[in-house]
């Protein structure tokens, strides 16, 4: 196994362990560049790969109270039901758009970690339920296209909208990235099945394990360390992974 494999693993554990979000982000890059997938198979392994390390998240933190089942019903449903459509509606353009739409997402989800933390900013003083689950269908609609489990968008959003704390909506989105996750999977993992593409078992469940390892290490230090600082630390490599991703889908857009 690829040592750089075996790192990218941990960070992915340690990132949603203690950010809640940016697994998928670190994952596909993995897979494109460094195992060799295609664009569709990695986006279909980094949909299992997050999806099963945010499950063992959301079990440490099952008997701490922080995740809201309130939320998870009003915002992480409508996310599923997106997710189901963005995945869906991706076997219409081909992998390298995809993967071009990732990459400004990335720099994007960049440029939300470098700026102020939202522990900041101010909720908004009413939010509907209603206007909840349209953010929820709209953040699962990217996750299914993109193959990302969207904690850089879910986590303000409950923050800001569903009025959580910060501690309650980190916790809350890795219990959304899981639904929205395995969704997108099975939905993708039929459409494999029908082009006669295999997963890539060993690979997927090796970054399983141990970026599991990750997640159970990030819960744990998730209130000791500075998450202003780790966001920063992380959105500056999203920069220089968001632009090489950037550059060389649209130079394969080019060629084509």
């Given at each position: 196994?690829?040592?750089?494999?075996?790192?990218?693993?941990?960070?992915?554990?340690?990132?949603?362990?203690?950010l809640g979000?940016?697994?998928?982000?670190?994952?596909?890059?993995?897979?494109?560049?460094?195992?060799?997938?295609t664009?569709?198979?990695?986006?279909?392994?980094?949909?299992?790969?997050?999806?099963?390390?945010?499950?063992?998240?959301?079990?440490l933190?099952?008997k701490?109270?922080?995740?809201?089942?309130?939320?998870?019903?009003?915002?992480?449903?409508?996310?599923?039901?997106?997710?189901?459509?963005?995945?869906?509606?991706?076997?219409?353009?081909?992998?390298?758009?995809?993967?071009?739409t990732?990459?400004?997402?990335?720099?994007?989800?960049?440029?939300?970690?470098?700026?102020?933390?939202?522990?900041n900013?101010?909720?908004?003083?009413?939010?509907?339920?209603?206007?909840?689950s349209?953010?929820?269908?709209?953040?699962?609609?990217?996750?299914?296209?993109?193959?990302?489990?969207?904690?850089?968008?879910?986590?303000?959003?409950?923050?800001?909208?569903?009025?959580?704390?910060?501690q309650?909506?980190?916790?809350?989105?890795?219990v959304?990235?899981?639904?929205q996750?395995?969704?997108?999977?099975?939905?993708?993992?039929?459409?494999?099945?029908?082009?006669?593409?295999?997963?890539?078992?060993?690979?997927v469940?090796?970054?399983?394990?141990i970026?599991?390892?990750?997640?159970?290490?990030?819960s744990?230090?998730?209130?000791?360390?500075?998450?202003?600082?780790?966001?920063?630390?992380?959105?500056?490599?999203?920069?220089?992974?968001g632009?090489?991703?950037?550059?060389?889908?649209?130079?394969?857009?080019?060629?084509?």
């Amino acid at each position: 196994m690829n040592v750089l494999v075996i790192i990218g693993a941990v960070i992915i554990g340690l990132s949603l362990g203690l950010l809640g979000s940016g697994g998928s982000i670190i994952t596909m890059p993995l897979l494109l560049y460094v195992v060799g997938e295609t664009e569709k198979l990695a986006i279909a392994e980094s949909l299992l790969i997050v999806g099963s390390i945010a499950t063992v998240g959301s079990l440490l933190l099952a008997k701490s109270k922080l995740i809201n089942l309130r939320y998870i019903l009003w915002f992480g449903l409508p996310s599923m039901m997106g997710t189901y459509i963005g995945a869906w509606s991706a076997q219409f353009v081909t992998g390298v758009v995809q993967v071009l739409t990732f990459s400004i997402v990335m720099l994007l989800s960049s440029r939300m970690m470098l700026k102020s933390p939202i522990a900041n900013m101010e909720p908004k003083p009413s939010s509907s339920l209603v206007g909840v689950s349209a953010v929820g269908v709209a953040v699962g609609i990217l996750a299914g296209f993109v193959g990302v489990g969207g904690g850089f968008l879910i986590v303000p959003a409950l923050f800001l909208l569903a009025r959580l704390t910060l501690q309650q909506a980190t916790a809350t989105s890795l219990v959304i990235i899981a639904l929205q996750s395995f969704t997108g999977f099975f939905k993708y993992a039929y459409l494999l099945d029908q082009a006669q593409i295999a997963i890539n078992w060993p690979v997927v469940l090796t970054m399983i394990v141990i970026g599991s390892g990750g997640v159970i290490v990030g819960s744990k230090l998730s209130r000791s360390l500075p998450q202003k600082r780790i966001k920063q630390v992380f959105g500056i490599m999203l920069i220089g992974l968001g632009l090489f991703m950037l550059v060389h889908s649209l130079y394969q857009l080019w060629q084509a």
